[in-house]
């Protein structure tokens, strides 16, 4: 079955950190770029950071450049989001999301929930 | 950034009728390349965000021909001919153009 499974989610407290996963399977995860995605409680959709297949080219959004670090390992057909120095804004459902022929996002994981509180 | 706004923000149907629902974006996200970069997803309750729409008007693998996309330049619209109560939910569209991706608040569909 084609899908993606985040993990590592919890509550943290400020200016704390934590390392999201997202295990995909199905599918050459070599050959795709990857997203983040995150939700807070209640909102929309912001993006948060994307690498290529290849992890040579990565982009954050300009909320959490210089906190948090996107890497993957295409041996392991994980993506990885580490993210310090978190901040109650950053409490929300994240998303990975995959970077498909089609769109930024043709398939999604169910997310993982960060609550950053103390 | 490129803003992107949805109206109408909350959308009530009856099953069987028509809806439509519009999308603006700030800059046109008409590419040198000759493709536009707007999507549309469908968040159902509870679920991740799935994909309806790619490059304005291209449904995709598996989404029903009851939903169409249109549009150009600055203004797109998404067309559901006739809704069912599984078409529930919240819609957004997105641009990929230019860097941040970023969507629109969301237009939320329930039925009466």
């Known amino acids: 079955e084609v899908q993606l499974v985040e993990s590592g989610g919890g509550l943290v407290q400020p200016g704390g950190s934590l390392r999201l996963s997202c295990a995909a399977s199905?599918?050459?995860?070599?050959?795709?770029?990857m997203n983040w995605v995150r939700q807070a409680p209640g909102k929309g959709l912001e993006w948060v950071s994307y690498i290529s297949s290849s992890s040579s080219t990565i982009y954050y959004a300009d909320s959490v450049k210089g906190r948090f670090t996107i890497s993957r390992d295409n041996a392991k057909n994980s993506l990885y989001l580490q993210m310090n120095s978190l901040r109650a804004e950053d409490t929300a459902v994240y998303y990975c999301?995959?970077?498909?022929?089609?769109?930024?996002?043709?398939?999604w994981g169910r997310g993982t929930l960060v609550t950053v509180s103390s | 950034d490129i803003v992107m706004t949805q109206t109408p923000l909350s959308l009530s149907v009856t099953p069987g009728q028509p809806a439509s629902i519009s999308c603006k974006s700030s800059?046109?996200?008409?590419?040198?390349?000759?493709?536009?970069?707007l999507y549309w997803y469908l968040q159902k309750p509870g679920q991740p965000p799935q994909l309806l729409i790619y490059e304005v008007s291209n449904r995709f693998s598996g989404v029903p021909d009851r939903f169409s996309g249109s549009g150009s330049g600055t203004d797109f619209t998404l067309k559901i001919s006739r809704v069912e109560a599984e078409d529930v939910g919240v819609y957004y569209c997105m641009q990929s153009i230019q860097l941040p991706l970023t969507f629109g608040p969301g237009t939320k569909v329930d039925i009466k």
């Open positions: 199905g599918f050459t995860f070599s050959s795709y770029s």
């Open positions: 800059q046109s996200l008409l590419h040198s390349d000759g493709k536009t970069y």
């Open positions: 999301a995959r970077g498909g022929k089609a769109a930024p996002g043709d398939l």
